[in-house]
């Protein structure tokens, strides 16, 4: 099992392997994912406080880098729970003005996850 504790101090544990966003999803987080868990709309993105793992799937890297994003958020639907995590959920339904948080992702990750180590974030001067 996982320990996933979120900024605001709700801890749940999670099964291994168990997708990041089904996780918050069952334990009755408020986190969109609007594609449905298919490394599109990065809305069930989240930021890493601890745990963050090193690795990728590289649907995750190629959108989060289209979209500007990377080094700055994850994305929960192409992350599994494998490690201890403290994380911050920063998209929910609650603070959209939308009333459907997206469809229930698949329990296994989509597409299907070519596993890649995270690349280094190249900081600027
Ligand atoms: S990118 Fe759309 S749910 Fe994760």
């Given at each position: 099992?996982?320990?996933i504790?979120?900024k605001?101090g709700?801890?749940?544990e999670a099964?291994d392997n168990?997708?990041?966003v089904?996780a ?8 969109l994912?609007?594609?449905g868990?298919h490394?599109?709309c990065t809305t069930?993105?989240v930021?890493?406080l ?8 590289a649907a995750?890297l ?5 979209r ?13 729970c ?8 920063i ?6 003005d939308?009333?459907d948080p997206g469809?229930?992702?698949?329990d296994?990750?989509?597409p299907d996850?070519?596993w890649?180590?995270k690349?280094?974030v190249l900081v600027?001067d």
């Amino acid at each position: 099992m996982a320990k996933i504790t979120l900024k605001d101090g709700r801890v749940f544990e999670a099964d291994d392997n168990k997708r990041l966003v089904l996780a918050l999803l069952d334990n009755r987080v408020d986190i969109l994912h609007r594609c449905g868990g298919h490394a599109r709309c990065t809305t069930c993105r989240v930021v890493f406080l601890e745990g963050e793992p090193d690795k990728m799937t590289a649907a995750e890297l190629e959108r989060l880098q289209a979209r500007d994003l990377f080094g700055k958020y994850r994305l929960s639907c192409q992350i599994l729970c494998e490690n201890d995590m403290r994380i911050d959920v920063i998209n929910t339904v609650s603070n959209s003005d939308l009333d459907d948080p997206g469809e229930r992702p698949a329990d296994a990750i989509t597409p299907d996850p070519v596993w890649i180590a995270k690349p280094d974030v190249l900081v600027q001067d």
